[in-house]
């Protein structure tokens, strides 16, 4: 890794790169922050305000297979800042809404016993007839549900999400997102509850930060800030500047005004697309070419504000119906009360996944707003005179697309970056274009902090199962380098 450096640059303010200024400074070293958002922290990870109403860009349950991650959510926050939350969500499905996680008497009741009758028999089918290359998400997901399930659960829902059919998305995602899933597994916790091995996306209950997760981030950056540690706001790098395999400036955009800014190392979080296309001098034509094929899926909520104090008792639903573009609704006043200033109304999010410039992403903020209360009326879940205001939130590059060939494009700029800067770290979502949760963000954060002092982890190995907890020897050489339980502690 070369000398231990005594400013390094952290560009991003999410989850990852403001865990990684934290531990930098833990360990000592000098960090300057770099976030892109004029007015908030926290990344995807970041709680908005409108008018008093705080609402996610998405969900956050605060729930993690790592002790040291729940220690730092506790120790950034007071114990009495987190909430335990009981988790309630559903599915809706031609005019039905489903319990998630699986209750097999309420599937049973509502898919009616032939339909219940042909799921079952679709799964024995897929078990006993097994595809033999297993390549899209379709192929996992049938693998492991049957195709009628997949048909009835998942296809429609995931379209929503990714802008393309199933079986052009990777089976990668499935893997990292639902491994140790299956029907067998879901159907046995409905019928005997949890046992062994917690799988996440079951959890029945979880933490949550009684105003959002971005009062945990706001605080960690005052916490950065008063110790010394520079945030900018509005502050976007646009290129990395470096010469004998070290980078040793950035150039920094704030409004119309760029500087150069000079730093011994980089923590990246930002797009890896927008890394690789910023370094400077460029690299080679087949680096940028697999960073340009990299694709994103963007993001926009629709925040409805109604003249109702209980509207329905979800934290969430799941939308499966094509027949409206909306894929999920949040309901704000069930992970928090707090998120609400008056408890005689309720402020629903409304999930929209579209690609920047798309009819989607231009509409206008009047005419999102009348799509989200029309789309909701006519699944009856609202009523469209109860809607007193509203506001619309557009987020750029919230999902990294894991198509056909994003590992082998990923696969390519590792290799370059890895093999030419020895002070160059990548965390987090977008800087990994890996579809991490925020735990396993921060993980990545601690890793690339602790490998610039000198460490040696593979951030590349924190997913969705938290394999990164696995304790090997000092002498291993498999590329399975990951780091042990360490007690959190001041600087």
């Given amino acids: 890794m070369g000398d231990r450096p005594d400013l390094v640059g952290v560009v991003g303010a999410g989850p ?3 865990t990684a200024a934290w531990e930098l400074r833990r360990l000592g070293i000098g960090s300057i922050v770099f976030e892109a958002h004029p007015h908030l922290v926290g990344g995807l990870s970041r709680t908005e305000r409108y008018r008093e109403y705080r609402f996610d860009i998405g969900g956050h349950r605060f729930f993690t297979k790592s002790d040291e991650i729940r220690e730092l959510w506790h ?10 939350r009981q988790r309630m969500s ?3 499905y031609r005019g039905r809404f489903f319990r998630y996680p699986l209750d097999a008497r309420d599937a049973l ?7 219940a009758t042909r799921c079952g028999l679709s799964y024995v089918a897929s078990a006993l007839r097994p595809k033999r290359t297993v390549v899209s998400f379709e192929d996992w997901v049938v693998a492991h549900f049957g195709r009628r399930l997949f048909e009835i659960f998942f296809k429609t829902y995931t379209e929503k999400v990714w802008g393309m ?3 052009e998305i990777s ?3 499935a893997a990292q997102r639902i491994k140790g899933l299956s029907l067998f597994r879901a159907v046995k916790q409905a019928v005997f509850g949890q046992s062994g091995e917690i799988v996440k996306t079951l959890i029945e209950e979880f933490e949550y930060p009684r105003l959002g997760p971005g009062m945990m981030w706001e605080r960690v950056a005052e916490d950065l800030s008063g110790r010394g540690v520079a945030i900018e706001l509005g502050a976007r790098v646009v290129e990395l500047h470096h010469e004998g395999g070290r980078i040793g400036s950035l150039l920094v955009e704030t409004g119309s005004e760029s500087r150069e800014v000079a730093v011994d190392a980089v923590v990246s979080s930002m797009p890896i697309r927008a890394l690789v296309e910023g370094l400077r001098p460029e690299p080679p034509g087949e680096v940028l070419d697999a960073a340009r094929a990299l694709r994103y899926r963007d993001f926009l909520t629709v925040v409805l504000v109604l003249d109702e104090p209980d509207v329905f008792p979800d934290n969430w639903i799941y939308i499966h119906d094509p027949s409206v573009r909306v894929g999920r609704v949040q309901n704000f006043k069930n992970w928090s009360p707090e998120m609400v200033p008056d408890q005689r109304h309720t402020a629903l999010g409304l999930e929209y996944f579209c690609n920047e410039g798309d009819e989607l992403w231009a509409a206008t903020d009047e005419a999102l707003l009348e799509r989200g209360a029309r789309e909701l009326a006519a699944i009856g879940l609202v009523d469209p005179d109860t809607v007193i205001d509203g506001t619309v939130i557009r987020v750029h590059k919230a999902y990294p697309v894991y198509d056909e060939e994003y590992a082998a494009n990923v696969a390519v700029i590792r290799g370059y970056l890895e093999d030419r800067f020895d002070n160059l770290q990548l965390c987090g979502r977008n800087g990994m274009h890996k579809y991490n949760n925020q735990d396993h963000a921060m993980m990545t954060g601690l890793m690339a902090a602790r490998n610039l002092a000198g460490e040696k ?3 590349w190995r924190v997913n969705q199962d938290a394999e990164y907890l696995e304790e090997v ?3 291993d050489t498999g590329g399975r380098m990951v780091p042990r339980k360490v007690t959190v502690r001041d600087a």
């Avoid at 120790?75 to 335990?84: I, K, T, Y």
């Avoid at 009741?109 to 339909?115: D, I, N, S």
Wanted: proline fraction near 6%; glycine fraction near 6%.
């Fill in 473 to 475: 020897s000092a002498d």
């Fill in 171 to 173: 089976a990668d995602w």
């Fill in 75 to 84: 120790r950034f926050l007071p114990e009495e800042d987190f909430l335990l």
């Fill in 90 to 92: 559903r599915i809706y």
């Fill in 165 to 167: 059919p199933c079986s």
């Fill in 109 to 115: 009741q509502k898919l009616g016993l032939v339909e």
């Fill in 16 to 18: 990852a790169g403001l």
């Fill in 457 to 459: 982890w593979d951030q």
